[in-house]
């Protein structure tokens, strides 16, 4: 396997990675899962996984490198980290809404923010948003942020008409 970017994030799964691993390939066009690499015997008294157990599974999101590691549940996700999914158009932020808020938190949706069914936070955004809020706070940027503010799934026509007033 050669490695086609220098970082790439790694997520710690209790013992789910494969699964979430299926479930975001399943989402994202040009996505596949790469590698599956399996525990043996060596290490077993430190990591505790049966041999032929999945160890880690090495897959694309949109060309993008992700490792997803079952590390056991010492370590769980929180809003400290997201993956941000940038939308040119409603029908796409739909659908990736759609898709990764199914079976997650439904409490933690605000602002464009969703936790996944393996509690994996995602930002699901207008690609727009970077000119409306890059550089110093105007009166436009005000008003576009008072209406996301309101929101739990963005509304793209909405934020165009709350910034252009």
């Known amino acids: 396997m050669s490695i086609k970017q220098k970082i790439a994030p790694c997520l710690w799964f209790d013992d789910q990675a494969e699964a979430a691993a299926r479930f975001y390939t399943s989402i994202f066009p040009n996505s596949k899962i790469v590698t599956i690499a399996r525990y043996g015997e060596a290490g077993r008294e430190i990591h505790g996984r049966a041999a032929g157990s999945v160890m880690t599974v090495v897959f694309e999101l949109d060309g ?23 939308c040119d158009t409603q029908a796409e932020l739909d659908g990736y809404w759609e ?20 509690g994996l936070s995602w930002q699901i955004m207008p690609s727009l948003m970077g000119e409306m809020f890059s550089g110093p706070a105007t009166e436009k940027s005000n008003r576009a942020m008072a209406a996301m503010l309101q929101m739990k799934k963005l509304d793209i026509a909405a934020l165009q008409r709350a910034y252009d007033g």
Not at 64 to 86: R, W
Not at 99 to 118: E, T
Request: contains cysteine.
């Open 64 to 86: 993008q490198s992700f490792t997803g590691l079952n590390g056991g549940p010492y370590f769980k996700f929180n809003e400290a980290v997201s993956l941000q999914v940038f």
């Open 99 to 118: 898709k990764l808020s199914a079976g997650g938190d439904p409490q933690a949706q605000q602002c464009g923010w969703l936790k996944d069914r393996f």
